[in-house]
């Protein structure tokens, strides 16, 4: 009885001691809802690992405003439902700045929470940061005052890659074959719209939907593609559906050049090389680590010496959160209240190249300069490949930041 | 349109064989012990990852043969200490018990090779195109599953059909007792049993690794689609899973080149216009779209229509 007693006054002190130190303590917490699990692990786990890279950093330097950054992970499973539930878990925890970004209907899901949990919640307003979803709706039409977009939206990215490939005669015909979901489906159509436009000598041969990570074998539609004739494919799949597309490619020969949104992903890269398909897949991009720009190449081999396994996949995260830090040095507060209006229209040396990108106040989209790279071996001054492969991204195209802004129809309402 | 028929036909039966490959120890465990094995296609997974593993030290050939075996192993041990003392609990014990087992290991290979795909390759021995057709190529490795898997649906049937084992496999299976009685381990059939079924997935996995893409959530992907086979083929029936397999390959590949619609079918008639309002959602949606539901929607039927499957000799 005694011993019970004994160790019960001691589990009270340990616990009354953590709990003071988690007082005096007072960090930054950031929430992290993103897929840890599921199909979109590997892409969860990699920007879990660059915002762990990036707090290190930070916090090695005395933190934000003199707090130590907390990333605290929660794994939403790619789903709208889950992640609604996991946000307000981080609210209760009091996380007040979420980072959200795959899947463009979990982020109109989270968008829309937040907005409305801000109206219902005042002084305890939360801000979402989303650093991958791209559907242009969510900074036009559904455009929030708390919803931050770093990366560049679907009409941004289709503008500058048909640009891109009207800009090269070889290509006659081309082949849209997207993701049979939203946000598929607007890149499809302005794709169309662009590709066979006015002046353009380009005809579309076939615009195919596949069934969203459903698809095992890819080579039917590899026979579709060739027996259309098309030069190009241009497809904004990405994770299995892209893997398994090209891989498909590579073993029927199919020896024609893909224009594609997310080749960079994680395993892509791979079943790229297995597929034998040098230079000849193009992505499009805010940068990549093989850009001729030391400071970046620094950071991204530092990084690297912590996490060998992939490079750097998320360049926006680190404007992401060197802005949003930046935001709260300015304010002096790291309540959204006050730091969202210093993030409005900000002007931010871009992490991959050191050019300056900005923040448009009027829908909170950023505009950076754009890269369009293809995957191939390495040469002269092109030091990172990509997952052991040898093969690495080099430039083919740079977008400067004035011809990559296009309109919106946002009418935000401001608090 | 011959170009069309020639190559979806090749296409798929190749698909299909790769399905039998993956499907035919599902069936084999499903029809000699009754057990629906929900962590079939992890163990298809454990093969891959191991013959990746494997092949990366030791080569693609030894992989073929020591990842089978090792996870046969593993398939025995899970029959000896897990799924034996659940059978007593009837067969949702068993079901639950095995899908457990899928999420484990899911985390365990996870744990070990991470989330990212890994660089599992075609053995260069058979990197290179076995022939063109209409300007496609077929790559040698891809013919080679099929060899394979025409190859196991041989033996298997043998065995089955035409030796003691078979036999007494499945007596055991309706008369476990008499079986017994006439001085047969039960117990060590089934774990015997059991093994071979999850050494066919690992075969599957070792050959499809290089040909998909092997990573961590490969068996979610693959799951369902063997259930349909199981389920169409017919209960204890191995013929019925082959069939089964070829078919659903062949229907999803013609259904990927069809390009048509309810609204190309019914052209601009004044029935089309009413119809057009009510099935707004479905109108324009091309049979090439919903290819890959098909299989499911052919289960649905199967199970309203003919319960027992397309060959089944048991009705459950």
């Given at each position: 009885m005694r011993k019970f007693v004994g160790s019960g006054a001691l589990a009270l002190v340990v616990l009354a001691s953590t709990a003071l130190s988690a007082m005096a303590q007072d960090t930054l917490k950031i929430g992290y809802v993103d897929p840890l699990s599921g199909g979109g692990a590997a892409a969860g786990q990699i920007g879990m690992n660059q915002l762990n890279y990036i707090a290190e950093a930070v916090n090695a330097k005395g933190g934000v405003l003199g707090k130590q950054v907390e990333i605290i992970p929660y794994d939403n499973k790619l789903d709208p439902q889950v992640s609604l539930v996991q946000i307000q878990k981080a609210v209760d925890q009091g996380v007040r700045i979420v980072i959200q970004g795959n899947g463009s209907s979990v982020a109109a899901a989270v968008s829309d929470f937040v907005t409305k949990f801000n109206s219902r919640n005042p002084g305890k307003e939360v801000v979402h940061i989303n650093h991958a979803a791209?559907?242009?709706?969510?900074?036009?039409?559904?455009?929030?005052?708390?919803?931050?977009?770093?990366?560049?939206?679907?009409?941004?990215?289709?503008?500058?890659?048909?640009?891109?490939?009207?800009?090269?005669?070889?290509?006659?015909?081309?082949?849209?074959?997207?993701?049979?979901?939203?946000?598929?489906?607007?890149?499809?159509?302005?794709?169309?719209?662009?590709?066979?436009?006015?002046?353009?000598?380009?005809?579309?041969?076939?615009?195919?939907?596949?069934?969203?990570?459903?698809?095992?074998?890819?080579?039917?539609?590899?026979?579709?593609?060739?027996?259309?004739?098309?030069?190009?494919?241009?497809?904004?799949?990405?994770?299995?559906?892209?893997?398994?597309?090209?891989?498909?490619?590579?073993?029927?020969?199919?020896?024609?050049?893909?224009?594609?949104?997310?080749?960079?992903?994680?395993?892509?890269?791979?079943?790229?090389?297995?597929?034998?398909?040098?230079?000849?897949?193009?992505?499009?991009?805010?940068?990549?680590?093989?850009?001729?720009?030391?400071?970046?190449?620094?950071?991204?081999?530092?990084?690297?010496?912590?996490?060998?396994?992939?490079?750097?996949?998320?360049?926006?995260?680190?404007?992401?959160?060197?802005?949003?830090?930046?935001?709260?040095?300015?304010?002096g507060s790291d309540d959204p209240v006050k730091f969202v209006p210093k993030l409005e229209g900000m002007k931010y040396m871009n992490f991959i190249d050191g050019k300056e990108g900005f923040?448009?106040?009027?829908?909170?989209?950023?505009?950076?300069?754009?890269?369009?790279?293809?995957?191939?071996?390495?040469?002269?001054?092109?030091?990172?490949?990509?997952?052991?492969?040898?093969?690495?991204?080099?430039?083919?195209?740079?977008?400067?930041?004035?011809?990559?802004?296009?309109?919106?129809?946002?009418?935000?309402?401001?608090p | 349109m011959l170009e069309i028929v020639f190559i979806s036909t090749l296409n798929g039966v190749l698909y299909g064989m790769l399905l039998f490959l993956m499907a035919s120890g599902l069936t084999v465990i499903f029809s000699m012990m009754g057990v629906l094995n929900f962590a079939h296609a992890s163990f298809y997974m454990l093969g891959a990852f191991f013959g990746f593993e494997i092949s990366r030290h030791v080569g693609f050939w030894p992989g073929l043969v020591i990842a089978p075996v090792?996870?046969?192993?593993?398939?025995?041990?899970?029959?000896?200490?897990?799924?034996?003392?659940?059978?007593?609990?009837?067969?949702?014990?068993?079901?639950?018990?095995?899908?457990?087992?899928?999420?484990?290991?899911?985390?365990?290979?996870?744990m070990v090779w991470g989330k990212l795909a890994v660089d599992y390759k075609v053995p260069p021995a058979l990197d290179f195109p076995a022939?063109?057709?209409?300007?496609?190529?077929?790559?040698?490795?891809?013919?080679?599953?099929?060899?394979?898997?025409?190859?196991?649906?041989?033996?298997?049937?043998?065995?089955?059909?035409?030796?003691?084992?078979?036999?007494?496999?499945?007596?055991?299976?309706?008369?476990?007792?008499?079986?017994?009685?006439?001085?047969?381990?039960?117990?060590?059939?089934?774990?015997?049993?059991?093994?071979?079924?999850?050494?066919l997935a690992a075969v599957a996995g070792v050959i499809a690794g290089p040909a998909l893409v092997t990573q961590a959530n490969m068996a979610a992907a693959l799951g369902p689609i063997l259930f349909v086979i199981v389920v169409v083929g017919g209960l204890g029936s191995l013929s019925g899973a082959f069939v089964a397999s070829l078919l659903i390959g062949l229907i999803q590949t013609f259904a990927v080149a069809v390009n048509v619609s309810l609204a190309d079918i019914l052209g601009d008639t004044q029935m089309a216009e009413t119809l057009s309002v009510w099935f707004s959602d479905i109108w324009s949606v091309t049979v090439a779209q919903i290819a890959p539901i098909l299989p499911y929607l052919l289960l649905v039927l199967i199970l309203i229509f003919r319960p027992r499957g397309l060959m089944g000799n048991r009705e459950s």
């Amino acid at each position: 009885m005694r011993k019970f007693v004994g160790s019960g006054a001691l589990a009270l002190v340990v616990l009354a001691s953590t709990a003071l130190s988690a007082m005096a303590q007072d960090t930054l917490k950031i929430g992290y809802v993103d897929p840890l699990s599921g199909g979109g692990a590997a892409a969860g786990q990699i920007g879990m690992n660059q915002l762990n890279y990036i707090a290190e950093a930070v916090n090695a330097k005395g933190g934000v405003l003199g707090k130590q950054v907390e990333i605290i992970p929660y794994d939403n499973k790619l789903d709208p439902q889950v992640s609604l539930v996991q946000i307000q878990k981080a609210v209760d925890q009091g996380v007040r700045i979420v980072i959200q970004g795959n899947g463009s209907s979990v982020a109109a899901a989270v968008s829309d929470f937040v907005t409305k949990f801000n109206s219902r919640n005042p002084g305890k307003e939360v801000v979402h940061i989303n650093h991958a979803a791209i559907d242009p709706s969510l900074t036009n039409d559904k455009c929030s005052y708390w919803h931050f977009a770093f990366d560049a939206n679907v009409n941004i990215k289709v503008e500058a890659m048909t640009n891109f490939m009207k800009a090269n005669e070889a290509i006659k015909k081309v082949y849209l074959i997207n993701q049979d979901y939203s946000f598929g489906h607007s890149v499809a159509e302005a794709a169309a719209a662009k590709l066979s436009g006015e002046g353009s000598s380009i005809e579309v041969v076939g615009k195919e939907f596949v069934p969203l990570q459903k698809v095992t074998d890819f080579s039917p539609y590899i026979a579709k593609i060739r027996a259309s004739g098309a030069d190009s494919v241009f497809t904004a799949n990405w994770g299995n559906d892209l893997q398994l597309l090209i891989k498909a490619a590579g073993d029927a020969g199919l020896d024609i050049n893909w224009y594609t949104f997310y080749a960079g992903l994680a395993g892509t890269p791979t079943a790229i090389k297995q597929a034998g398909l040098e230079d000849k897949v193009f992505q499009i991009t805010e940068g990549v680590n093989n850009l001729d720009y030391m400071p970046m190449q620094e950071e991204v081999k530092a990084y690297m010496a912590k996490y060998p396994d992939a490079p750097i996949y998320y360049p926006r995260l680190f404007n992401a959160m060197g802005m949003v830090f930046d935001a709260i040095e300015e304010a002096g507060s790291d309540d959204p209240v006050k730091f969202v209006p210093k993030l409005e229209g900000m002007k931010y040396m871009n992490f991959i190249d050191g050019k300056e990108g900005f923040m448009r106040a009027d829908d909170h989209q950023y505009f950076q300069t754009m890269y369009i790279s293809g995957l191939g071996a390495l040469g002269p001054n092109q030091p990172f490949e990509e997952e052991n492969t040898g093969w690495g991204w080099k430039v083919a195209a740079t977008i400067p930041v004035d011809d990559t802004i296009v309109s919106t129809t946002c009418e935000m309402e401001r608090p | 349109m011959l170009e069309i028929v020639f190559i979806s036909t090749l296409n798929g039966v190749l698909y299909g064989m790769l399905l039998f490959l993956m499907a035919s120890g599902l069936t084999v465990i499903f029809s000699m012990m009754g057990v629906l094995n929900f962590a079939h296609a992890s163990f298809y997974m454990l093969g891959a990852f191991f013959g990746f593993e494997i092949s990366r030290h030791v080569g693609f050939w030894p992989g073929l043969v020591i990842a089978p075996v090792l996870v046969g192993l593993i398939g025995m041990a899970v029959e000896r200490y897990g799924l034996r003392q659940v059978h007593r609990h009837g067969h949702v014990a068993e079901l639950l018990f095995t899908f457990g087992l899928t999420f484990i290991i899911q985390e365990v290979v996870q744990m070990v090779w991470g989330k990212l795909a890994v660089d599992y390759k075609v053995p260069p021995a058979l990197d290179f195109p076995a022939f063109t057709l209409f300007a496609t190529e077929y790559p040698a490795f891809k013919i080679f599953m099929l060899a394979i898997s025409i190859a196991i649906f041989a033996v298997l049937l043998l065995i089955v059909k035409r030796t003691r084992v078979g036999l007494v496999v499945q007596a055991a299976l309706s008369h476990p007792d008499m079986v017994g009685m006439l001085g047969h381990n039960v117990g060590r059939v089934f774990m015997l049993v059991f093994g071979v079924g999850a050494g066919l997935a690992a075969v599957a996995g070792v050959i499809a690794g290089p040909a998909l893409v092997t990573q961590a959530n490969m068996a979610a992907a693959l799951g369902p689609i063997l259930f349909v086979i199981v389920v169409v083929g017919g209960l204890g029936s191995l013929s019925g899973a082959f069939v089964a397999s070829l078919l659903i390959g062949l229907i999803q590949t013609f259904a990927v080149a069809v390009n048509v619609s309810l609204a190309d079918i019914l052209g601009d008639t004044q029935m089309a216009e009413t119809l057009s309002v009510w099935f707004s959602d479905i109108w324009s949606v091309t049979v090439a779209q919903i290819a890959p539901i098909l299989p499911y929607l052919l289960l649905v039927l199967i199970l309203i229509f003919r319960p027992r499957g397309l060959m089944g000799n048991r009705e459950s």
